[in-house]
């Protein structure tokens, strides 16, 4: 009577990342695809009933036709069933994707979970109890018909559902699409399949969320998995393997530059050298450094900039401090020396608002004067 | 460096020239135009700054003209209170020695030795440039005729650069300075256009982060369109859910078949009435009928009566009329006898009168033949004389002139023959006896002969004589003789022998014309008409005579009678006529009316007899009594029907039909309005899924998500660009700021130096210099500048000089002394100026050893300084 599936949710496929120019956010919008394919490849690999998704699985109904389609051409290395249940970002709206879909023409092995309703087979082993958003914020508890349900003798109950778990997530405070934390104990469920929740999390006893596969964000902890469910029996305990098959990886790095070099920024960087290219990365710098290290920064994170797949550089809490040895090198007499000062004066003086030009002409004088001019 | 003594031999122009005892301040070397004096500062420049290996154009330059000697020069000189002397031959055997402070050099090392003295760098080869290689000194040794023009800082601007500097520290930010401005003046221009505006990438940011914001609230507005169609859809499919639930078409379908049926029962109700309705129509119908034959019956039994009536009053009317006619006959046939009598007898009248004037007319025609005949015979004789006169008239073509003509020709051989006649020899000829004479063998009788041409006169038995008439003879008689010719020529011409005939001839002409026209008058008066129209008339007599019927000798008196008689009874005969034609009339009118009568009496007649045949036919068919028998039966059948009638209009009524109707159209409206509005929901749900389609391919949601993207990382990158743009900006500013201000107080000491100089010529002004190249840039006069070319010539060799002297000072200051050579540098100035820069040389004379060569003693005997002549 096992029930083994694999769990899933928030691939938010035709997520644009509109503000990662050029060809690193192409590819970053075609890897959410690819990526579904690798969660195909598993499924069959390792013998599932179903794939379970629990709610949006694409970024928005407005997708492209051309989305959608290759969106399911990547389900098919996997011929089980695929159960997909509308989220907040594709709610099964008069008009959304899933009804699209539906005009294309589905396989037989794909459910679209829209409608409140048991969905049954596997020779009686398990029921899926699906909570499908029919908004994209339903005031209303979509699982709340869960506890009434009536499904057949033995058979395992495992809910499907998409929102935040009342009470358990950390920073959510959203009133909408809120789920009961006891809602797996009341409903008699193995286990409660969650999604909208990016990060891989067992919420509440039988209650999971898996995160979304492909990681797109900085923030998301524990994402870039997918959930084997192995389920023995209606109130067997879940066995829940979780499988990392997202391609990138996201980083978001802090440097504090306290010694007036650049130090800390670069060894930050050197810490996630190996696979740069699969690596997309935020770096915020702070502190003071002097112009000969600013010029090395730049010189080194242009570099870095090639190396990582994206590198977004977030300078504005750095400051330039320039040195006796800074100003030397640039003019120890002179008018240029004159202006040297000034811009120094200025960008020493907070209250001024000239200071951060200042601070980027100094910056710029010496890379001029680094470059030979 | 101070000069002391300068000995020049075979340099150009210059033997031998010493100029010695140069003092520490001014010096004044005096020379007339050609005595070389510039040579001289030649001399010094060959001395210090040529190798004295020079060749080529150089070493030729220093030779006399035309001569191949070894120009020398010796120079002592004192440099930092240590004596020097220099000491160069160039050409053939060239050669050069320095000493002086316990040192001596010879060849080259003199050379190398001076470049580093003096700090200017040496000629690579060929001969030196001032610009180039004579340090300071191209600065401060002004050659003639150069000294109005820029410094010619040349070379010597690194010495005073380095003055400068020693003076005011080290300002300029040097090469790399300047490279750092240029730098910082293309990044700002990438950025900045010259009316500091974005431009380039930083403009192009901008406008890209605009266009993408009002792209995206486009798609945002596209999204709130998408979204309310997505409503729109929600709201149909509610509608049409409702539809399928409730069930509303089928039931609207049932509530129209019950209707159907009610309204089926209403109909049969409606026909039943119908056909009652029908049949009172018909008894109706019938009952007219019937009423109307026996209306037809009383109508044709009436008019029978007026027919018979009518057809007797056609009758009486008739006989009447005729009476009538017979009197009206009688009386127009006596009328008729009267107006034949009365036409006999007019005409005979009339056949009266007509002989009467035929009679008349044959006489006066018979007179007429007579007088015509006598007037004709007149006529034909006068125009057959006139005829013949008219012919002698023409046969001749003689005029008066022309008898004129032959008159005048007669006179001059007259008067002709008369002169020749006078001018002749008369010879009166007295023969004896027989004895005859001849003349010219011709026998001349006795008597008066007048000779007018040579002669030989032969007298018998004397013999002959020879005479010869005076002159002019000859003359006299050719004319005499040509006279005659004419004379009898134009007789000829004319057809006469002699002036008589012609005479006559003319006169027979004339009266023959004048008898011809008397004789056509003759004519014209007897038949006017012409002779032919005579004759015609005549004829025309004849033929009258001839005609109509015997006279009956007729007269005029009877006639008259005759016409008045027949007159009166063609009157008569007019009454008669319109008497005769009004009885005819009156016949014709009565007979026309009885005819009309007859007519009329026989129409009545055989209406009467076809009415009555009608009658007794119609009787025989169907009798009155009958008739009257059918329409009382007729009568009580409608009766009948319309009970009928009444009966089923009451069950119509009672069966409430418009309630029955009114149901059922509100039944089929129900079913037509739930079933069009189902196709019309299921249509536009169509639509509407179909537009939602369309918007969907396109992928609204990830456009918008994308662009949202876009716009966040326009802004970020827009900012940090902002940031560069103005820090560009700032950088140049502050940059362009501080060399602006380092370069005011770099060039300070010139303006210090320069100062107390300037005073003395103009107060109030500053020499402003050229920051990079140390040329005079601008002259500033109380407060105005002006450019240094502005200036005129005389102003610009003044400032010249005193920056010259300034700069000096400077260099002087720094360790550089140097003398000033000035050659002829004021030929521009004034007096009054000179006499100042008079002043200004003393005052800088005072720390300042200053060389003048002039050719202009005069106006520096007045500077008390030290005179040399050359």
Not at chain 2, 623 to 635: K, R, T, Y
Not at chain 2, 709 to 726: D, I, S, W
Request: aromatic share 4%; glycine share 8%.
């Amino acid at each position: 009577m096992a029930f083994r599936f694999l769990h899933t949710a928030d691939w938010q496929i035709g997520k644009p990342f509109g503000n990662v120019p050029g060809d690193a956010g192409a590819e970053l919008r075609a890897q959410r695809i690819a990526t579904i394919g690798t969660i195909a490849r598993l499924a069959a690999t390792r013998g599932v009933d179903a794939v379970l998704v629990a709610g949006d699985a694409f970024d928005s109904n407005e997708v492209q036709d051309r989305t959608i389609l290759r969106t399911l051409d990547a389900l098919k290395p996997f011929s089980g069933r695929w159960i997909f249940l509308p989220g907040n970002h594709d709610a099964a709206l008069a008009h959304s994707v899933w009804s699209r879909m539906r005009q294309m023409g589905l396989e037989a092995n794909i459910t679209i979970a829209d409608k409140p309703v048991p969905i049954e087979g596997w020779d009686g082993r398990a029921v899926v109890l699906p909570g499908p958003l029919s908004r994209r914020r339903e005031s209303l508890d979509q699982t709340e018909w869960f506890d009434a349900a009536a499904t057949p003798e033995g058979a395992i109950r495992v809910g499907l559902a998409h929102g935040s778990v009342a009470n358990r997530l950390p920073g959510v405070a959203e009133a909408s699409n809120e789920i009961p934390e006891t809602r797996a104990q009341t409903a008699g469920l193995a286990y409660l399949a969650l999604g909208d929740w990016h990060g891989s999390l067992k919420i509440a006893p039988k209650t999971w969320y898996s995160g979304t596969p492909e990681t797109d964000r900085h923030r998301a902890n524990s994402s870039g998995l997918v959930h084997i469910v192995d389920l023995d029996g209606p109130d067997a305990p879940e066995r829940v393997e979780t499988v990392p098959v997202g391609h990138y990886q996201w980083h978001q790095l802090e440097a504090q530059l306290l010694d007036g070099t650049c130090q800390a920024a670069l060894e930050a960087l050197s810490s996630i050298e190996s696979e740069a290219a699969r690596r997309v990365v935020s770096l915020t710098l702070r502190g003071g450094v002097s112009l000969a290290e600013r010029y090395r920064l730049g010189t080194e994170l242009s570099s870095w900039q090639h190396r990582f797949h994206h590198l977004d550089i977030d300078d504005a809490g750095l400051f330039e401090e320039p040195t006796e040895d800074d100003l030397d090198a640039l003019d120890s007499s002179g008018f240029v020396r004159l202006a040297v000062d000034r811009l120094k004066a200025q960008a020493g003086n907070p209250s001024n608002p000239a200071a951060a030009s200042a601070r980027v002409a100094l910056r710029m004088m010496y890379v001029d004067h680094m470059s030979g001019t | 460096m101070k000069l002391r003594r300068i000995e020049v031999t075979d340099f150009r122009k210059l033997g031998h020239v010493v100029i010695d005892d140069l003092g520490d301040g001014l010096n004044v070397v005096v020379g007339d135009n050609e005595a070389g004096k510039s040579t001289l500062l030649a001399a010094l420049r060959a001395v210090l700054f040529e190798r004295h290996r020079v060749g080529g154009a150089a070493a030729v330059a220093m030779q006399p003209y035309n001569q191949s000697v070894r120009p020398e020069i010796r120079l002592d000189f004192e440099r930092n209170g240590a004596a020097w002397q220099l000491r160069k031959a160039f050409c053939q055997r060239p050669e050069a020695e320095l000493a002086g402070n316990g040192e001596r050099y010879t060849g080259d090392a003199v050379e190398e030795k001076l470049a580093e003295m003096f700090g200017f760098t040496p000629p690579g080869s060929g001969g030196s440039k001032p610009l180039e290689h004579h340090g300071v000194f191209g600065l401060l040794w002004v050659e003639q005729g150069t000294s109005h023009r820029a410094l010619g800082i040349g070379s010597g601007r690194n010495h005073l650069a380095s003055a400068l500097e020693s003076e005011v520290g080290q300002v300029t930010g040097g090469e790399r300075g300047r490279a750092l401005l240029a730098a910082s003046e293309e990044r700002k221009s990438g950025f900045w256009d010259k009316r500091d505006n974005p431009r380039g990438e930083f403009r192009a940011l901008a406008a890209q982060l605009e266009a993408d914001r009002e792209q995206f609230a486009t798609l945002q507005k596209q999204m709130a369109e998408h979204d309310a169609q997505v409503s729109r859809l929600a709201g149909v499919q509610n509608i049409l859910a409702r539809h399928t639930r409730d069930d509303t078409l089928n039931q609207a379908i049932q509530k129209a078949v019950a209707a159907r049926a009610a309204a089926a029962r209403v109909a049969q109700l409606e026909e039943k009435h119908q056909a009652a309705v029908g049949g009172v129509e018909r008894a109706r119908l019938r009952l007219d009928a019937a009423m109307s034959r026996n209306m037809a019956r009383r109508r044709l039994a009436a008019d029978l009566a007026a027919d018979k009536s009518e057809m007797d009053a056609a009758h009486a009317a008739r006989n009447e009329t005729s009476t009538e006619l017979a009197r009206l006959d009688a009386i127009s046939s006596k009328t008729a006898a009267c107006l034949n009598e009365a036409a006999r007898a007019e005409q005979e009248a009339a056949g009266r009168v007509r002989r009467m004037e035929q009679a008349i007319a044959r006489r006066q025609a018979t007179e007429a033949v007579e007088r015509l005949t006598g007037q004709l015979k007149l006529a034909e004789d006068a125009d057959a004389a006139r005829r013949k006169a008219s012919a002698v008239a023409s046969a001749t073509s003689l005029t008066a002139n022309d008898i004129a003509a032959l008159e005048s020709l007669e006179r001059d051989l007259y008067q002709a023959r008369v002169r020749l006649e006078a001018a002749g020899v008369r010879i009166t000829l007295h023969p004896d006896a027989a004895q005859a004479v001849r003349l010219d063998g011709k026998p001349v009788a006795s008597g008066e002969l007048v000779l007018s041409r040579d002669a030989r006169l032969v007298l018998e038995g004397y013999g002959e004589v020879g005479i010869h008439p005076r002159g002019g003879t000859e003359d006299l008689m050719r004319a005499a003789e040509t006279a005659e010719t004419a004379f009898q020529q134009a007789l000829r011409r004319l057809g006469f022998a002699e002036l008589i005939a012609a005479r006559n001839a003319l006169r027979l002409q004339e009266n023959a014309r004048a008898e011809a026209a008397n004789l056509g008058r003759t004519v014209a008066a007897v038949a006017p008409g012409g002779i032919e129209a005579l004759k015609q008339e005549l004829a025309r007599n004849a033929v009258l005579v001839s005609a109509g019927e015997a006279v009956d000798g007729a007269e005029p008196g009877d006639l008259e009678c005759a016409k008045r008689e027949s007159h009166e009874i063609r009157g008569r005969l007019a009454v008669l006529e319109s008497e005769a034609r009004a009885r005819r009339s009156a016949a014709e009118t009565a007979r026309r009316e009885l005819a009309v009568l007859d007519e009329r009496a026989s129409a009545a007649g055989q209406r009467y007899g076809k009415r009555l045949e009608e009658l007794s036919a119609a009787r025989q068919v169907t009798g009155d009594q009958v008739l009257e028998d059918e329409l009382a039966a007729e009568q009580q059948a409608f009766q009948a029907a319309d009970q009928d009638r009444q009966a089923a209009s009451a069950a119509l009524a009672n069966a409430d039909p418009e309630a029955k109707q009114l149901a059922l159209r509100q039944a089929e409206q129900a079913e037509t309005m739930i079933r069009r509005d189902i196709t019309a929901l299921d249509i536009e749900k169509r639509e509407i899924e179909a537009a939602l389609r369309a918007l969907g391919k396109d992928g609204l949601g990830e456009q918008l998500a994308q662009l949202e993207g876009q716009v966040a990382l326009g802004e970020t990158r827009l900012k940090t660009m902002t940031l560069e743009a103005e820090a560009a900006r700032l950088l140049f500013n502050t940059l362009s700021q501080a060399q602006r201000e380092m370069r005011d107080l770099w060039l300070a000491p010139v303006r210090e130096r320069s100062a107390p100089y300037l005073r003395l010529i103009e107060a109030d002004s500053n020499i402003v210099l050229h920051d990079e190249t140390f040329e005079i840039d601008q002259v500033v006069r109380n407060g105005v500048a002006e450019p240094f070319g502005g200036l005129s010539v005389g102003a610009r060799e003044q400032i010249a000089v005193i920056t010259r002297i300034a700069l000096a000072d400077i260099l002087r200051e720094a360790g550089q002394e140097s003398c000033i050579v000035l050659d002829d540098a004021l030929v521009n100035t004034d007096e009054a100026r000179l006499e100042r820069m008079h002043l200004i040389l003393h005052k800088a004379a005072a720390n300042q050893q200053i060389l003048i060569l002039t050719c202009r003693e005069r106006d520096f005997l007045q500077l008390g300084a030290p005179i040399r002549r050359m």
